[in-house]
C-alpha cells in the first residue's frame, strides 16, 4: 500500500511560482510513473504532469508546458512539480497520483494511488 502525500501549496500572486512535493512511502518509489492532477472547483479533475520511474520520460498538459516542470528523486522518494508564471486559472486543488504504469499517462483512472491534495490559490 502506497501512501502520497502532498505539501508545498499556499497562496501566491499571478506570475509568482510555487514548489509542490509528494513524498511516498510503503511502496516501491522507484517503479511507479508519479502524476499530478488537479480539480479547480466546480471542474472535473484534470491532468497536469507525470513523470516515469526513472525521470526519463514526462508529460506535460498543453496548457501548462513551458510553466510547470515534473522532477523525482528516487532516493527521497519525491516528486516535485515546479510551478511557475502561475496564473489565476491555475487556481485548484492539486492531487499526487502513483501506479506501476508502463509510461507517463494522462489518464487519472489509470493511477491507483492518489494522495489528499493541496490547495493552491493564485490572487492577482
Known amino acids: 500500500q502506497v501512501q502520497l502525500v502532498e505539501s508545498g501549496g499556499g497562496l501566491v500572486q499571478a506570475g509568482g511560482s510555487l514548489r509542490l512535493s509528494c513524498a511516498a512511502s510503503?511502496?516501491?518509489?522507484?517503479?511507479?510513473?508519479m502524476g499530478w492532477f488537479r480539480q479547480a472547483p466546480g471542474k472535473e479533475r484534470e491532468f497536469v504532469a507525470a513523470?516515469?520511474?526513472?525521470?526519463?520520460?514526462?508529460n506535460i498538459a498543453a496548457d501548462v508546458k513551458g510553466r510547470f516542470t515534473i522532477s523525482r528523486d528516487n532516493a527521497k522518494n519525491t516528486v516535485y512539480l515546479q510551478m511557475d508564471s502561475l496564473k489565476l486559472e491555475d487556481t485548484a486543488v492539486y492531487y499526487c497520483?502513483?501506479?506501476?504504469?508502463?509510461?507517463?499517462?494522462?489518464?487519472?483512472?489509470?493511477?491507483?494511488?492518489w494522495g489528499q491534495g493541496t490547495q493552491v490559490t493564485v490572487s492577482s
Open positions: 510503503g511502496g516501491s518509489f522507484s517503479m511507479y510513473t
Open positions: 497520483a502513483a501506479d506501476r504504469l508502463g509510461s507517463v499517462y494522462a489518464q487519472g483512472a489509470l493511477y491507483l494511488y
Open positions: 513523470i516515469n520511474w526513472s525521470g526519463g520520460a514526462t
